[in-house]
């Protein structure tokens, strides 16, 4: 018979619990170099000598008392029966941090095993850690590997195997100079951490009590622990009269005196502590200086964006050119085989100018993301949140704020998930109303093809002011919530700053892999839907098929809503149509706009020049190309984001408010951008 | 004195934490709690700074930095 057997990984935020995941399931999760990245938990399965291991990543922790969304969601996992066993992964280079949560992790009285990562870092700093004493000092199984390098993956396994159901734990070997207890029972023998003799008289009163009320209750010296710090959890699910043992919270001699203990065992297994983090203090120098600091950091971004339009319009040519090619030979092919009219104008004018036209714009999206895991896995992305963060006070928010709203130039949706490494509902829900006019990289799109038809060689810059334009709105919306809710600042920043490291290529490949699969699935899906009911709506009317997409129900439909938008200069049909079509997803706007006019290839030059002839004899010029643009950058990013923003505000109403104020800004922003555009 | 009145590269003990309950138990679950050295490493910025303590890289807010009681420890 096949066991399952559910193992926990947990640890530190930015220990590598998702790298060590990824190599055992082969899945192919996100990680970075700044703590928080996962906020879900997420699973997967192994199996080991027949058996199926079912692999549970959890958010990072630092310890088991929970303050934000992610901590309680790895705190409840892990505490229910939802987990077998646990392996605590720990960051080797950075022991004494990591081994607070693991001296918690044993005291819950479940099996686990420890998983030192990154020895290979430890090794190259010069560091050694005495794998012999450690096991001897903790209890428990302690396994070096590295994640990255997959190395003693089998071995983690094969602890994990043995460990399973054995809640006893190795041998304890202390010696504590000084320091023997002089408890009744010597508590040395049996637990790793034993508290000094006034604590461990406590526990053992709270025992007693247990005894008599709770007989049944497993692991008591884990609640009495509790008791004495007042967990609330766990006083109210069990009432106890202990008012004559205890006098207050002695939580604060627990935590000391754990940390006392790791003092204790770093000293012993440490050999040789590392002194060449002081390389990472050097490019902290100029990376978190007061004045260099900031500068650095937009600097760098102006960079990323550049490499996004020149390197990745230059590619984009050689895609075009494909694409044309591609399109003749399926129009020869299709007329050679006799296809019928309508077939062939699906095919050609519906699927290929559609999704083709799309799928020419992967080189800017390929170039963005792959500048994006860049600074994510160096460890600069924390150090953005420290720089931004007296500017973010202004507006209400810690510098942590930031960091989705920079993933937001990448896409909308994991950056909506990422606020919730925010600790307080409020600066959290400031944030997923904000991020979504960071312009994503569906957008790009649109700016790169109407920049570069009404504006030429001023393109980039079109294109740059947008970006500016939607973070301007996002600082001028949270500056206003914040004046509106009045309340003082409860935020303070707290985050850790890793060392810094050199971008692993295996990382960064999955990472941009990941979103070019994205990207290239949403051609596939919701791209190629929408073009063919875009298609369709435009070949039939209420007359049937019609040739004439002035008779037909896209028509009709726009033609309605067209007075709405002819403030902002966007008074026609077609561009409303595909304004809607753009709920769906951003880059539908230049799909439905090829299919709308008609123009297979409509990011070629030829295909811009026939595009910008055709809106010219309608009276759309360069004020009203701006106006969409602003349009497209500032209304409901897509159905997806729509959908995260529900779920993790939990709220129709805030959702449907934050939809309204969406278009609302977006409609007011165009007519006055296209006002001021008609001035020149 | 307090955490954000100190000077780069310091090494300071932590006398007190005097801000709201749950941010010291945040601070205390990192190991900074009564008694801990930390050594500022960037405090140029009116706002936050940049602390290490129990071997880790921190970046601190102002309004955590103010409410942290220090006193000045010479490393021998």
Redesign the interface.
């Known amino acids: 018979m096949k066991n399952i057997i559910n193992v926990g990984f947990i640890g530190n935020p930015n220990c590598g619990k998702t790298t060590l995941f990824n190599a055992y399931t082969g899945a192919n999760l996100k990680v970075a170099n700044w703590p928080g990245v996962t906020v879900e938990k997420k699973e997967g399965q192994t199996t080991y000598e027949g058996d199926v291991y079912k692999l549970i990543d959890l958010p990072g922790i630092y310890s088991l008392s929970s303050y934000t969304m992610e901590e309680t969601v790895s705190r409840q996992c892990i505490m229910s029966d939802e987990v077998d066993v646990i392996v605590d992964v720990a960051d080797a280079s950075c022991l004494e941090r990591n081994l607070y949560l693991t001296l918690q992790l044993i005291e819950l009285g479940k099996p686990v095993i420890l998983a030192l990562n990154m020895m290979d870092i430890v090794e190259e700093r010069g560091m050694e850690i005495d794998l012999h004493r450690l096991p001897e000092m903790l209890g428990i199984p302690v396994i070096p590997v590295s994640a990255r390098k997959k190395t003693g993956l089998s071995i983690l396994m094969h602890a994990v195997a043995h460990h399973k159901t054995n809640l006893h734990q190795s041998p304890l070997i202390h010696h504590h100079p000084g320091m023997q207890s002089s408890h009744i029972h010597n508590h040395h023998n049996e637990y790793a951490m034993v508290y000094e003799d006034y604590i461990e008289d406590k526990i053992d009163g709270i025992i007693n009590k247990l005894n008599e009320k709770y007989k049944e209750l497993p692991n008591k010296r884990w609640h009495a622990i509790k008791f004495l710090e007042k967990d609330t959890t766990v006083t109210e699910h069990y009432p106890l009269e202990i008012d004559d043992i205890i006098d207050k919270s002695y939580e604060k001699n627990i935590i000391n005196q754990k940390y006392n203990f790791i003092e204790e065992i770093v000293s012993e297994t440490l050999v040789n502590k590392s002194e060449k983090a002081a390389s990472t203090d050097k490019i902290d120098r100029y990376l978190t200086s007061r004045f260099l600091g900031l500068p650095i950091f937009l600097v760098i971004m102006a960079f990323v964006f550049f490499l996004t339009f020149t390197i990745g319009d230059w590619l984009k040519g050689y895609f075009e050119i494909g694409l044309e090619n591609f399109s003749a030979f399926a129009a020869e092919g299709l007329s050679a085989i006799h296809t019928n009219q309508m077939l062939s104008s699906l095919v050609l004018d519906g699927i290929i100018a559609g999704v083709g036209g799309i799928l020419t714009f992967l080189p800017n999206i390929f170039i963005l993301f792959l500048a994006l895991a860049i600074l994510e896995d160096s460890g600069y992305m924390a150090r953005v949140a420290f720089v931004m963060d007296d500017i973010m006070g202004h507006l209400g928010l810690s510098g942590r704020a930031f960091l989705p709203l920079l993933l937001g130039f990448g896409c909308t949706v994991p950056a909506l998930m990422a606020s919730r490494a925010l600790e307080h509902p409020k600066d959290r829900f400031k944030t997923i109303m904000v991020t979504p006019f960071m312009s994503c990289s569906a957008r790009l799109p649109i700016y790169v093809l109407f920049s570069s038809m009404f504006f030429g060689k001023n393109a980039m810059l079109v294109c740059y002011s947008l970006y500016l334009l939607g973070i301007i709105v996002a600082i001028a919306t949270a500056y206003i919530l914040s004046k509106i809710d009045g309340t003082k600042a409860e935020h303070a920043l707290l985050i850790e700053l890793p060392e810094y490291k050199s971008p692993n290529t295996h990382t960064i490949a999955i990472y941009v892999w990941e979103k070019v699969k994205d990207y290239l699935g949403k051609a596939g899906t919701v791209i190629f839907i929408a073009s063919v009911i875009m298609w369709v709506l435009l070949n039939f009317g209420p007359a049937g098929y019609v040739t004439d997409i002035s008779q037909s129900f896209g028509s009709l439909i726009g033609k309605v809503i067209a007075p709405l938008f002819r403030p902002a200069g966007l008074g026609y049909w077609q561009i409303v149509v595909a304004l809607i079509a753009g709920i769906a997803a951003k880059e539908v706007v230049v799909s439905s706009c090829s299919v709308l006019f008609g123009i297979q290839n409509i990011t070629s030059a030829s295909g811009m020049d026939s595009m910008v002839d055709t809106l010219g004899s309608l009276g759309f010029g360069a004020a009203n190309g701006l106006a969409l643009m602003v349009f497209c950058l500032l209304y409901v990013p897509c159905t997806a984001s729509i959908a995260t923003m529900q779920r993790e505000l939990g709220s129709a109403k805030k959702t449907f408010g934050i939809i309204l104020y969406q278009l609302a800004v977006a409609w007011i922003m165009s007519v006055i951008v296209y006002h001021i555009g008609l001035l020149f | 004195m307090t955490l954000k009145q100190g000077k780069n590269n310091q090494t300071y003990q932590v006398l007190s934490i005097d801000i709201e309950v ?2 010291e ?7 900074l ?4 050295h930390i050594t500022i ?2 405090n ?5 700074l ?1 602390a290490k303590f ?11 930095a103010d409410h942290i009681e220090v006193k000045e420890v010479s490393l021998s």
């Not at chain 2, 138990?25 to 190991?31: I, M, P, S, V």
Request: charged share 35%.
């Open positions: 749950k941010l138990r945040r601070l205390e679950a990192l190991g709690t009564q008694g801990t490493l960037n140029d910025k009116k706002g936050s940049t129990r071997g880790t890289r921190f970046a601190l807010g102002k309004r955590i």
